[in-house]
């Protein structure tokens, strides 16, 4: 079992960098893959980026490619997700999940759809203004 919370986000201009980390708690986080997924009003729940167990192997939306990065730290039992030049359509509540496997990896594509992952942070806000 692992429990995921939130911390970060907040109002920003277009450009700027915000970072939104997520602790977990819990004694098999470092077994586990971990993502980000982002919902804006009205929009289904879309995937950010995800990072392997191990944390050797990221991978990206096109949408936030080369802007994005996340990173995990096991040590810690967090995992964050570093926001730079950002845009409004990045308008959205973030979301840090994790899988329910052990040290499994399938692909970074298995690990874009919401429903592979069974533990969710509690959301946190990110505005980005024009």
């Known amino acids: 079992q692992v429990q995921l919370v939130q911390s970060g986000g907040g109002l920003v201009q277009s450009g700027a960098s915000l970072r939104l980390s997520c602790a977990a708690s819990?004694?098999?986080?470092?077994?586990?893959?971990l993502a980000w997924f982002r919902q804006a009003p009205g929009k289904e729940r879309e995937f950010v980026a995800v990072v392997s167990w191990s944390g050797d192997v990221t991978y990206y939306a096109d949408s936030v490619k080369g802007r994005f990065t996340i990173a995990r730290d096991n040590a810690k039992n967090t995992v964050s997700l570093q926001m730079n030049t950002l845009k409004p359509e990045d308008t959205a509540t973030y979301y840090c999940a994790a899988d329910n496997d052990q040290f499994g990896w399938r692909g970074s594509r298995y690990y874009t759809g919401p429903a592979k992952y069974d533990y969710w942070g509690q959301g946190t806000q990110v505005t980005v203004s024009s």
């Open positions: 819990g004694g098999t986080f470092n077994r586990h893959v």
